[in-house]
Nanobody, 126 residues
Framework: QVQLVESGGGLVQPGGSLRLSCAAS????????IGWFRQAPGKEREGVSC????????YYADSVKGRFTISRDNAKNTVYLQMNSLKHEDAAVYYC???????????????????WGQGTQVTVSS
């Protein structure tokens, strides 16, 4: 059974940091593209970052470049999102997702991903 479980969300002050984890089970995360997405109230779900299969190249939305870092621990079958210099506008429910992305280089489009976690809340407030 394919399962993705996010953790690590919470309340942080502006300028602070959080590390989100996405633990995969039922499949090998290294063989899929893993993306991080977020959805704020009243807004559409948007892609934040992804790490592609095998080679592990990483991609970021412009809004988080230089502040967020995605990484993968193959031994733990887990993907992380290190978020630094958090801003109010980063507050959202963060989801990780797995996708085959066959034929694509990478994608930050939610509909391209097949399996989703339940999400973890990130609140940025002073």
């Amino acid at each position: 059974q394919v399962q993705l479980v996010e953790s690590g969300g919470g309340l942080v002050q502006p300028g602070g940091s959080l590390r989100l984890s996405c633990a995969a089970s039922g499949f090998t995360a290294e063989n899929y593209a893993i993306g991080w997405f977020r959805q704020a109230p009243g807004k559409e779900r948007e892609g934040v970052s992804c790490i592609i299969r095998r080679a592990g190249r990483t991609y970021y939305a412009d809004s988080v470049k230089g502040r967020f870092t995605i990484s993968r621990d193959n031994a733990k079958n887990t993907v992380y999102l290190q978020m630094n210099s958090l801003k109010h506008e980063d507050a959202a429910v963060y989801y990780c997702a797995a996708g085959d992305l066959r034929g694509m280089g990478y994608s930050l489009t939610p509909r391209d991903y097949d399996y989703w976690g339940q999400g973890t809340q990130v609140t940025v407030s002073s």
